[in-house]
């Protein structure tokens, strides 16, 4: 390898590193849309999803629904099962607005994953 390849490999390897890394952090909401998911999550969503989710990060211990903490759901599978409930669970389209599904999804979300 040339000299004059390897410092633009090297670089071209440590942006795209850089821009991967960013791209992980930027989606990361913020810590009042974190409150918000929160509380959606314990209380404020009826019924509370702390009332049949487990989630460790809420302090959630329901028995009925899936683990969360085990299941790991993705962004889209939360949004999906708020709208369209399953099972024993309710759809939240109508009682919940669309940016509160998105809140609520992304603080599962953010809740399962090693932070």
Do not use: I
Request: net charge negative; with cysteine.
């Amino acid at each position: 390898m040339s000299l004059k390849v390897w410092p633009s490999r090297a670089v071209l390897c440590v942006a795209l590193g850089l821009a991967v890394c960013g791209a992980a952090f930027a989606g990361a909401p913020d810590a009042a849309r974190l409150e918000e998911g929160r509380a959606l999550f314990r209380k404020n969503a009826v019924p509370a999803c702390a009332v049949c989710h487990t989630l460790q990060d809420a302090q959630a211990t329901g028995p009925v629904g899936p683990n969360l903490d085990e299941l790991q759901p993705d962004r889209d599978q939360v949004l999906a099962a708020l709208r369209d409930g399953g099972g024993a669970m309710p759809s939240f389209e109508e009682s919940l607005t669309q940016e509160q599904r998105e809140t609520l999804a992304d603080y599962v979300v953010w809740a399962t994953r090693p932070h």
